[in-house]
């Protein structure tokens, strides 16, 4: 039985989503690792890497009941990844890639107890409506998502506005699939 989550996330979404589970939690840090992925990676596959990469910088014992989870999530738009921008003008650009179409959010899981591991691809289409230019500027000037894979928060404004479909898990656009997560727990040996 899982006595307790230890997240290994600065992600305050995902601290967020894993607590709604009402499973004992604990937020742990990692050394710092390269998230580069190998160039050949494509899509669902990447997340999957970086959340792999993670898990094995976790260097501390887990006890008997403990499972650490790791994730990353990006945003995959016509066969390019867009992660978190690096400044305004970034923000604008790659929501106004999005404006208009339908793109897929990966979040790749890793989970490990003391006794197993698995980890898990998660996929979700969001389609978004032609934004203006001025919806798109107010957005990034008043929510200031750059730390955010695509620029974007689907749970903020942008989200209420902008997204005219979503097809999957809404809470892995958020950054965590927690049902299949929790389904998962239940077949992780601990």
Same mark, same amino acid.
């Given at each position: %039985?899982?006595?307790?989550?230890? !997240?290994?996330?600065?992600?305050? #979404? #995902?601290?967020?989503? !894993?607590?709604?589970?009402?499973?004992? *939690?604990?937020?742990?840090?990692?050394? =710092?690792?390269?998230?580069?992925?190998?160039?050949?990676?494509?899509?669902? =596959?990447?997340?999957? @890497? &970086?959340?792999?990469?993670? %898990?094995?910088?976790?260097?501390?014992?887990?006890?008997?009941?403990?499972?650490?989870?790791?994730?990353?999530?990006?945003?995959?738009? =016509?066969? /390019? /990844? *867009?992660?978190?921008? +690096?400044?305004?003008?970034?923000? &604008?650009? %790659?929501?106004? #890639?999005?404006?208009?179409?339908?793109?897929?959010?990966?979040?790749?899981?890793?989970?490990?107890?003391?006794?197993?591991?698995?980890?898990?691809?998660?996929?979700?289409?969001?389609?978004?409506?032609?934004?203006?230019?001025? $919806? &798109?500027?107010?957005?990034?000037?008043? @929510? +200031?998502?750059?730390?955010?894979?695509?620029?974007?928060?689907? $749970? /903020?404004?942008?989200? @209420?506005?902008?997204?005219?479909?979503? /097809?999957?898990? @809404?809470?892995?656009? *958020?950054?965590?699939?927690?049902?299949?997560?929790?389904?998962?727990? $239940?077949? !992780?040996?601990?």
């Amino acid at each position: %039985m899982v006595t307790k989550l230890l !997240l290994a996330s600065n992600s305050p #979404r #995902r601290r967020e989503l !894993l607590a709604g589970l009402d499973i004992p *939690m604990e937020v742990v840090k990692l050394k =710092d690792i390269d998230e580069t992925h190998p160039s050949d990676l494509k899509a669902a =596959d990447i997340p999957l @890497y &970086i959340a792999r990469l993670k %898990m094995s910088a976790y260097d501390q014992p887990l006890g008997t009941g403990e499972v650490l989870v790791t994730a990353d999530t990006i945003v995959w738009c =016509d066969g /390019e /990844e *867009m992660g978190k921008p +690096k400044s305004r003008e970034d923000a &604008i650009r %790659m929501i106004g #890639r999005l404006s208009g179409r339908t793109h897929q959010v990966y979040t790749g899981v890793c989970l490990k107890s003391a006794v197993d591991m698995l980890s898990f691809v998660c996929g979700t289409d969001v389609t978004f409506a032609k934004l203006s230019d001025g $919806q &798109i500027a107010y957005y990034v000037d008043h @929510y +200031k998502p750059f730390d955010k894979a695509g620029a974007y928060g689907i $749970q /903020e404004w942008i989200g @209420y506005v902008g997204c005219t479909r979503l /097809e999957g898990s @809404y809470f892995n656009v *958020m950054g965590l699939p927690v049902q299949r997560l929790y389904s998962a727990l $239940q077949t !992780l040996k601990v």
